[in-house]
């Protein structure tokens, strides 16, 4: 027999069940999953210097500001060109001929105000385009494989969700290289409420697990 606490429970699950499934809106949620990336990426700039957005910090050459540059490139090539709706933007680093990985670095001749700008400005071309076409819309990749060009603004708004948030986390690991600072956004509120202490302590857990492990 049900207890009164299991009832309430299973009455529970299936209340908050029954206002997700009354309130779903798939384009709604990819975009705000889109919309979370951008700022995250976007905040791991504040308050560096010239020098620390820009710096690499691993072999691959990967910095802050390069990937800012990047990702607001190709969401204006996936929201824009792909669904026969281009931006006005050039973007001579992604031209036919250009330098190999121009889009991942930022010259010093291009400031982070004109780069953090190109990004708000992607932002708004490619909301436009989500605002206007519903999720089965067709569009075409021409930088894809044959085969694959075809695709649909619902493909194209998972491909971007990904997109950005591996360049979010990507850039997670360089702030925390550069002055340690961590998290999605300033609050930090998506870790643990540790301070310097309990981190060092946590860190040092997982690097004697790892030797262990190691010796087998």
């Known amino acids: 027999m049900e207890s009164g606490a299991a009832r309430r429970r299973r009455e529970q699950l299936n209340g908050w069940q029954t206002v997700r499934v009354t309130g779903f809106d798939p384009k709604a949620d990819l975009h705000r999953y889109l919309q979370e990336a951008r700022e995250a990426l976007l905040w791991k700039l504040d308050g560096l210097s010239e020098y620390d957005v820009r710096r ?3 072999p691959t050459g990967t910095n802050l500001l390069g990937l800012v540059k990047h990702v607001a490139s190709v969401e204006l090539g996936y929201f824009g060109e792909v669904f026969g709706r281009p931006s006005a933007e050039p973007l001579p680093w992604m031209a036919e001929g250009a ?36 999720l089965d819309a067709v569009g075409r990749v021409p930088w894809w494989q044959a085969d694959h060009r075809e695709v649909t603004l619902h493909q194209i708004l998972v491909h971007m969700v990904a997109e950005t948030h591996r360049h979010a986390g990507q850039a997670d690991i360089v702030r925390e290289l550069i002055d340690g600072v961590v998290g999605l956004n300033s609050a930090g509120d998506n870790l643990p409420p540790g301070d310097r202490a309990w981190w060092e302590s946590y860190r040092t857990r997982v690097e004697r697990a790892a030797q262990e492990a190691g010796r087998g």
Do not use: F, K, Q
């Open 56 to 58: 690499p910090l691993v």
């Open 99 to 134: 330098e190999v990985n121009a889009d991942m670095w930022a010259t010093p001749g291009e400031s982070r105000e004109e780069i953090v700008a190109l990004y708000r400005r992607a932002w708004a071309h490619s909301d436009a385009t989500i605002s206007a076409l519903a």
